[in-house]
Structures are given as structure tokens and as C-alpha cells.
């Protein structure tokens, strides 16, 4: 079955900590997104990518860095210099060039900074 | 001002009401429009794609007006299910072949028994 795939769904941070989150899909979509969601907030765009080996800052992309080497894979790092990590991530996709066509989201991960 | 715009409830409704969201956006650019559900906790949904004459999936029906820059969401008969956030989300076709995809921030619905 096509789908996007976040991992882990639930993961523990220590202060000052680097963490990488994963995001597979298997769609054979070019766009790619990460947004941040606070509890009762809506989403916020991190970065996202258009294709393979570009990726651009979207509105809170400090803190954070993505690649995007592989047209599949978009995994998301929260650095240290991230002071408020804590908080639900979510990874999308969507097909690049078809203007009407809809965002498939993750599951999701949900980092704790302990 | 922020690029797309909802009124972020909660909206408490009984069961069996009607109830309407709207959200505005100000980019007179948008091209794409689109409603999605989001349950507590969980990865937001697609609901349905907002098309420029309306339309209409059994209880939902979606609008958009270009010249107010806003969709809009109507739900009939609410049922305890429909309990959810609504995203409403815009796509602007760039001229650089990327698209930028905005999202609102989501109005809570609650309907009670």
C-alpha cells in the first residue's frame, strides 16, 4: 500500500541533544513538507522540499535541518540550538506539479525534551 | 496578518445542528483550496477539495468566493462523530514550479448529545 511513513511515533529527548525524525513515502511524490504542531494550535511549516537535493525554510525553521537526498526519505533533525522542542511533527507529501492534488500526512511523531 | 485565517472555536453544537466555519485567506493568488479533519492527537485528514462552483459530499458541502478571498465549510445534521478540528488549507502554484501549501489553524467542533 502507498503511504507516508513517520518514525519513531514517540520519542524522548535529553536538553542539548541532537534527534533525528524519519519520513519515508512511497507515493512517488516530489513535495515534501514538515510542520510543527502545538497542543491546541494549528500547523506550522518547518522546511520543505519540491525535489530531490532542494529544500527551503518555511516559517519556523530555525533550530531544525532536513535533507532530502533521496526522493523517498525527508528526515527532519531538532538541534540543540531548538529551545522549545517539545511538540507534535508532521511530515507530508504532496505531487508537485498537479495543482489540485491534496497533502497525505504521517502518523506523526511526538517529541518530549525530559 | 496571517496568510490564512479561522475562527478557532470551540463551537459546541447538539446533535443534529447545522454548523458553518468559514477561513479568508489574503493571497488573491491561491489557486487550490481545501478542508481537512484533524481528530485529537492524530495526523490531519483530507475532507474534501473546495472547487470554485461548490460542492457537495453527503452532509459537507464546501464553497469558495474569490472575490471575499474565503471557502467555506457547511455541515449538516452534525453527528457526535464529526467531533474534530477543521483545517482549512490554501496552495499557491509559484511561478517557480513550487508550491506553497498554508495552512489555517483549525476551529474545534464539538457536538453534544
Known amino acids: 500500500d502507498g503511504g507516508i511513513t513517520q518514525s519513531p511515533k514517540y520519542l524522548f529527548r535529553k536538553e542539548g541533544q541532537n534527534v533525528t525524525l524519519s519520513c519515508e513515502q512511497n507515493?512517488?511524490?516530489?513535495?515534501m513538507y514538515w510542520y510543527r504542531q502545538d497542543p491546541g494550535q494549528g500547523l506550522r511549516l518547518i522546511y520543505y522540499?519540491?525535489?530531490?537535493?532542494?529544500?527551503q525554510k518555511g516559517d519556523i525553521a530555525e533550530g531544525y535541518s532536513v535533507s532530502r537526498e533521496k526522493k523517498e526519505s525527508f528526515p527532519l533533525t531538532v538541534t540543540s540550538a531548538q529551545k522549545n522542542p517539545t511538540a507534535f511533527y508532521l511530515c507530508?507529501?504532496?505531487?508537485?506539479?498537479?495543482?489540485?492534488?491534496?497533502?497525505?500526512f504521517g502518523q506523526g511523531t511526538r517529541l518530549t525534551v525530559v | 496578518r496571517k496568510e490564512v485565517e479561522q475562527d478557532p472555536g470551540p463551537f459546541n453544537v447538539p446533535e443534529g445542528a447545522t454548523v458553518a466555519f468559514n477561513c479568508t485567506y489574503s493571497?488573491?493568488?491561491?489557486?487550490?483550496f481545501f478542508w481537512y479533519r484533524q481528530d485529537c492527537r492524530k495526523e490531519p485528514k483530507l475532507l474534501m477539495s473546495?472547487?470554485?462552483s461548490g460542492n457537495e459530499d453527503g452532509r459537507f458541502t464546501a464553497q469558495l468566493n474569490r472575490a471575499s478571498q474565503y471557502i467555506s465549510l457547511l455541515i449538516r445534521d452534525s453527528k457526535l462523530s464529526d467531533s474534530a478540528t477543521y483545517l482549512c488549507?490554501?496552495?499557491?502554484?509559484?511561478?517557480?514550479?513550487?508550491?506553497?501549501?498554508?495552512f489555517g489553524s483549525g476551529t474545534r467542533l464539538q457536538v453534544q448529545p
Open positions: 507530508a507529501s504532496s505531487a508537485r506539479t498537479v495543482i489540485n492534488t491534496e497533502a497525505f
Open positions: 507515493l512517488n511524490h516530489d513535495a
Open positions: 522540499s519540491q525535489i530531490v537535493n532542494d529544500f
Open positions: 493571497n488573491s493568488a491561491s489557486q487550490s
Open positions: 473546495v472547487y470554485s
Open positions: 488549507v490554501v496552495i499557491q502554484f509559484m511561478d517557480t514550479g513550487r508550491r506553497a501549501l498554508t
